[in-house]
């Protein structure tokens, strides 16, 4: 039997629950799930890999539209980090919509950020170019497995 | 018994209106959409996304063979 060189699937998922802290970290007060929010951003706008919390900046307009977005909603907003093989994932509990809105300026893309810690950006996901006349935008999640999961660490 | 829906001019009877609807399905999404006109003009749009193409994370570690 030999050993293996490998990165801990667990280590993966735990990174996903804030387990670990290789440098300095946040005190928490609690060991509940964070909040999280979902905003969405302009053709425009230049949400990516390098931005690392909500901005304003390149924020949709619209009625009905509140500045920051909706909160990912369900009794905890995702579902409990789980693992299949050795990839990690993780997906919103609950399908994230905005109802009875006007964004007639086009936008395609949203953001998911950590309301309980600063803002912070977790992910940006793109889409083709939209707009919203006094209706409703669904984005419904994906089958949370290691395949198609919103979040998925390999 | 007909529907009514939210238009930008209050709530219509969708008998009242002309529907559009459309789907873009490729490798990045699956996105349903639906339009109501009335005489000419836009008084509703939604949409339905789906993303299909996710984030992922490839992670690696480092060795300590030369």
Redesign the interface.
Known sequence: MANT???ATSF?VEILNGLHAFGTSVVRGATTADSFKAALYLTTATIAAASTAYTATGEVPGTGYTAGGVDLTGAVDWIAPGSSGT?AFSTPTANIVYT?V?LTTAFDAVMIYNSTQGNRMV??????S???????????M?TNDAT??????? | MSDSITTTKGLIDVSLLEKKEGIVDNDNERTEWIEYWLDGELVHRSAHVTLKRNVISNTDIGGFRG
Do not use: D, E, Y
Not at chain 1, 123 to 128: I, K, L
Not at chain 1, 130 to 140: E, F, K, S, V, Y
């Open positions: 060189q490998a990165m993966k990839t009875t006007t992910s940006c996901h793109t889409f083709g939209q707009t919203i006349t006094a209706g409703t935008l669904t984005l419904t994906p198609t999961g919103l979040i998925r660490i390999a």
